[in-house]
């Protein structure tokens, strides 16, 4: 029996964004901004330096916290789902959709960021990364084309794709996720004997 559409698999869970990442964040899209509008205006005395009234300063504070709870809602949004016919990557502001045999997962490997270098991925071209949390598009030191999911660990699974780009995702448990996949790969529709 086929799964459900987007089924979620607790062997293809992947790993949340840390709690230090988040703080990161407020800090740089909230109370450093903040610093710069509101306080450092008040600090530089001198003619004018009533700086922002209460009014414009709240409505500052008020965007500044609305992209923040925006982008920290589009952290938690980082899945990977499985039905008959593939899998969808969900990750902050990107998703992708790859049917089973567009998954090269006879050559997936579970592998080391600090052994594998070349598979790390060194320039971002569309995507978010905070220290612990890389999430969207990005070149490996060869620049090829990567989808990256990752939480910063060092353990994560490489999955090579038939698109021009390939997945770089840190499941809680990568080995598992790779034997989960291949499993679900085996049992789609059409894919005996594969």
């Known amino acids: 029996m086929a799964a459900p559409r987007d089924a979620a698999d607790p062997r293809l869970e992947l790993e949340p964004a840390p709690a230090h990442a988040k703080w990161l964040l407020f800090a740089l899209a909230v109370a450093?901004?903040?610093?710069?509008?509101?306080?450092?205006?008040?600090?530089?005395?001198?003619?004018?330096?009533?700086?922002?009234?209460?009014?414009?300063?709240?409505?500052?504070?008020?965007?500044?916290?609305?992209?923040?709870?925006?982008?920290?809602?589009?952290?938690?949004?980082?899945?990977?789902l499985h039905d008959a016919a593939g899998i969808e990557l969900a990750t902050t502001f990107y998703t992708?959709?790859?049917?089973?045999?567009?998954?090269?997962?006879?050559?997936?490997?579970?592998?080391?960021?600090?052994?594998?270098?070349?598979?790390?991925?060194?320039?971002?071209?569309?995507?978010?990364?905070?220290?612990?949390?890389?999430?969207?598009?990005?070149?490996?030191?060869h620049l090829k084309t990567l989808l990256v999911a990752t939480a910063g660990g060092d353990r994560v699974l490489w999955l090579p794709t038939t698109r021009d780009f390939d997945l770089l995702l840190q499941p809680r448990n990568p080995r598992a996720a790779l034997e989960r996949l291949r499993e679900l790969a085996a049992m789609a529709p059409g894919q005996h004997g594969r």
């Open 96 to 141: 992708r959709r790859l049917a089973w045999p567009e998954l090269r997962l006879q050559d997936a490997r579970v592998v080391s960021l600090g052994e594998r270098t070349e598979l790390k991925p060194s320039l971002k071209s569309n995507g978010m990364s905070l220290p612990g949390f890389r999430s969207g598009w990005f070149r490996s030191r």
């Open 32 to 80: 450093l901004p903040l610093l710069l509008v509101v306080v450092l205006p008040q600090a530089g005395g001198g003619e004018g330096s009533a700086g922002l009234h209460l009014g414009p300063a709240l409505g500052i504070a008020v965007l500044l916290l609305a992209v923040f709870a925006l982008t920290l809602a589009m952290m938690r949004r980082h899945r990977l």
